[in-house]
């Protein structure tokens, strides 16, 4: 079995169809509204199966529109004001918390998904949602660091490449996502990623700030495709992501620093006031479904938490310390959690390292 990243304490290529969504019920001859075959997925970018959206439209009649965002601030921003009409979004395990707070999701009927039954059962009792109420877990893994082999003197063992160090000056992108860059600068720093101290955090923001003039690049979520495309030799990335292009070039090599990193839990659900609540229940037990799931890990080279998919993997991938951390790269990483109000600290910083 695949352990849990923790005691539990709290992405991604596919074509996509933009543009807003209606949501139309058509009436029975009963009268009793019915679900139109339509299912809207708002979801990461290169984070879904070659065959999942196709098999899940084979098996249902259902055709699923996909959106996609590049960060959990985006994906909040996007629903705070009212649900545009999305059925399925994918949030952290941080950002559950924070949309669980203000009631952005709706909970689940777990009678409508059997296949809830090939969750590792590490993963069933998450304390960012208790008994999976509202979400279900999707896929598991790390950030790091992702290089170029020919271009870096040895392999890097710390943040500091990236954050402390004009080795790579102009040759360096970071994620465009706040609390991953902030987090890891603060770990770097010797802080918590969860750190409420606004000095601490002020810290980071400097940090941040003064290694600017050597950054090329804050990218959202596409670090990956410039370390392909030759535009940098470092970058921060999700672990999956440089998985994915490792196999296209073999120059390329992922990392977990030593001072560790952020282990994150992706995760099913269902925003409130979604327009085809049914079919996303049926959409969550069709990805749960261990071919289906399997298609997908395989696909996007993540962790899935998806017990009963792990014996149709590919089995280098499930011994993979790049794509299932060893317990010794858990144990010194941490899961961001929501911080609540403490939230506007760095939302402040990141304001400034922006202008910086």
């Given at each position: 079995?695949?352990?849990?990243?923790?005691?539990?304490?709290?992405?991604?290529?596919?074509?996509?169809?933009?543009?807003?969504?209606?949501?139309?019920?058509?009436?029975?001859?009963?009268?009793?509204?019915?679900?139109?075959?339509?299912?809207?997925f708002y979801n990461w970018d290169t984070y879904t199966g070659e065959t999942t959206l196709q098999t899940f439209t084979q098996r249902t009649g259902i055709d699923v529109?996909?959106?996609?965002?590049?960060?959990?601030?985006?994906?909040?921003?996007?629903?705070?004001?009212?649900?545009?009409?999305?059925?399925?979004?994918?949030?952290?395990?941080?950002?559950?918390?924070?949309?669980?707070?203000?009631?952005?999701?709706?909970?689940?009927?777990?009678?409508?998904?059997?296949?809830?039954?090939?969750?590792?059962?590490?993963?069933?009792?998450?304390k960012y949602d208790p008994g999976l109420a509202h979400t279900l877990p999707y896929m598991w893994g790390t950030l790091g660091i992702g290089y170029r082999k020919s271009k870096v003197k040895e392999p890097p063992t710390s943040w500091k490449v990236l954050f402390d160090s004009d080795e790579y000056s102009g040759r360096i992108a970071l994620l465009a996502d706040m609390r991953p860059v902030l987090g890891l600068a603060l770990k770097y720093l010797g802080y918590s990623m969860n750190s409420t101290n606004p000095d601490e955090i002020a810290k980071a923001r400097d940090l941040i700030i003064?290694?600017?003039?050597?950054?090329?690049?804050?990218?959202?979520?596409?670090?990956?495709?410039?370390?392909?495309?030759?535009?940098?030799?470092?970058?921060?990335?999700?672990?999956?992501?440089?998985?994915?292009?490792?196999s296209e070039d073999a120059d390329l090599?992922?990392?977990?620093?030593?001072?560790?990193?952020?282990?994150?839990?992706?995760?099913?659900?269902?925003?409130?006031?979604?327009?085809?609540?049914?079919?996303?229940?049926?959409?969550l037990n069709h990805i749960n479904d261990p071919e289906v799931n399997a298609e997908i890990a395989n696909t996007i080279r993540y962790a899935t938490p998806n017990l009963a998919a792990h014996a149709l993997i590919n089995q280098d991938d499930l011994h993979n310390a790049r794509i299932y951390p060893p317990a010794e790269v858990v144990a010194k990483s941490e899961t961001l959690v929501d911080l609540g109000e403490n939230t506007r600290l760095y939302d402040e910083a990141w304001t400034a390292v922006q202008a910086g």
């Open positions: 079995m695949i352990k849990a990243p923790f005691p539990i304490v709290s992405r991604r290529r596919v074509l996509v169809a933009a543009g807003a969504f209606s949501a139309v019920a058509a009436m029975a001859r009963t009268g009793r509204a019915e679900e139109e075959k339509k299912l809207n529109k996909l959106d996609l965002y590049a960060n959990n601030e985006e994906l909040y921003a996007k629903l705070k004001e009212g649900n545009p009409g999305y059925d399925v979004i994918v949030p952290s395990n941080d950002m559950v918390e924070t949309m669980l707070a203000v009631n952005l999701l709706e909970p689940l009927d777990h009678a409508k998904i059997p296949n809830i039954k090939n969750i590792d059962p590490a993963f069933a009792n998450p003064k290694q600017k003039s050597h950054i090329k690049a804050f990218a959202p979520d596409e670090g990956q495709n410039m370390l392909v495309a030759g535009d940098v030799d470092v970058v921060m990335e999700w672990n999956g992501d440089i998985v994915q292009v490792m090599d992922y990392v977990v620093p030593v001072e560790g990193t952020d282990v994150w839990i992706d995760n099913l659900a269902i925003p409130k006031d979604a327009p085809h609540p049914d079919n996303a229940h049926a959409f």
